[in-house]
T-cell receptor, first 115, second 109 residues
Framework: GAGVSQSPRYKVAKRGQDVALRCDPI?????LFWYQQALGQGPEFLTY????????KSGLPSDRFFAERPEGSVSTLKIQRTQQEDSAVYLC?????????????FGDGTRLSIL | GESVGLHLPTLSVQEGDNSIINCAYS??????FIWYKQESGKGPQFIID?????DKRQGQRVTVLLNKTVKHLSLQIAATQPGDSAVYFC????????FGQGTELSVKP
């Protein structure tokens, strides 16, 4: 497809389990971003990749959150030992070049529910 | 700290009327802004962007105005349609996007 693709669309896990969320950016997009969106709120930045390099992870809430993009295309956001407060929609976005002056295009997100 | 906020959390308009959604930002050094539309269960959809060297930019049925003096953005939607019903976010792009809380637009037929 032409847009950003995320999978799974929904994920339910028990507290303490590990989860992995996948993002396929738009082909050729150098920059990739992860955001977390709580119900009724705007998305909040988690981390940023330029190609395979993770250049900014200042938004990751704890060391339980880990993201990778080993070949500069597909990215995975992993959350270890999930907690109830991790329940949210996780959005991935990509942009053509660089971080500024370019719109970021979003996928439809993964809705994560921790029981 | 940095923040982008919206003046009105909800807006209800009649189909065919024009809609205006407002946004205030706090970082006077910000030089790029984006408006997104988010429908239920979907990701934010790019509508229009504007750089700080511009005061106005027009798209199809939408216009964004930027007033740097008072750090204010607005999104104008002409001839609002039921399909425009969604939550609208302005975002400040400083490498990462900084979103406001959002305004829910409801269009009455």
């Amino acid at each position: 497809g032409a847009g950003v693709s995320q999978s799974p669309r929904y994920k339910v896990a028990k507290r303490g389990q590990d989860v992995a969320l996948r993002c396929d950016p738009i082909s050729g997009h150098v920059s990739l971003f992860w955001y977390q969106q709580a119900l009724g709120q705007g998305p909040e930045f988690l981390t940023y990749f330029q190609n395979e390099a993770q250049l900014d992870k200042s938004g990751l809430p704890s060391d339980r959150f880990f993201a990778e993009r080993p070949e500069g295309s597909v990215s995975t956001l992993k959350i270890q030992r999930t907690q109830q407060e991790d329940s949210a929609v996780y959005l991935c976005a990509s942009s053509l070049v660089g971080r500024t002056m370019r719109p970021q295009h979003f996928g439809d997100g993964t809705r994560l529910s921790i029981l | 700290g940095e923040s982008v906020g919206l003046h009105l959390p909800t807006l209800s308009v009649q189909e065919g009327d024009n809609s205006i959604i407002n946004c205030a930002y706090s970082n006077s050094a910000s030089d790029y802004f984006i408006w997104y539309k988010q429908e239920s269960g979907k990701g934010p959809q790019f509508i229009i962007d504007i750089r700080s060297n511009m005061d106005k930019r027009q798209g199809q049925r939408v216009t964004v105005l930027l007033n740097k003096t008072v750090k204010h953005l607005s999104l104008q939607i002409a001839a609002t349609q039921p399909g425009d019903s969604a939550v609208y976010f302005c975002a400040e792009n400083e490498g990462k996007l900084i979103f406001g809380q959002g305004t829910e637009l409801s269009v009455k037929p």
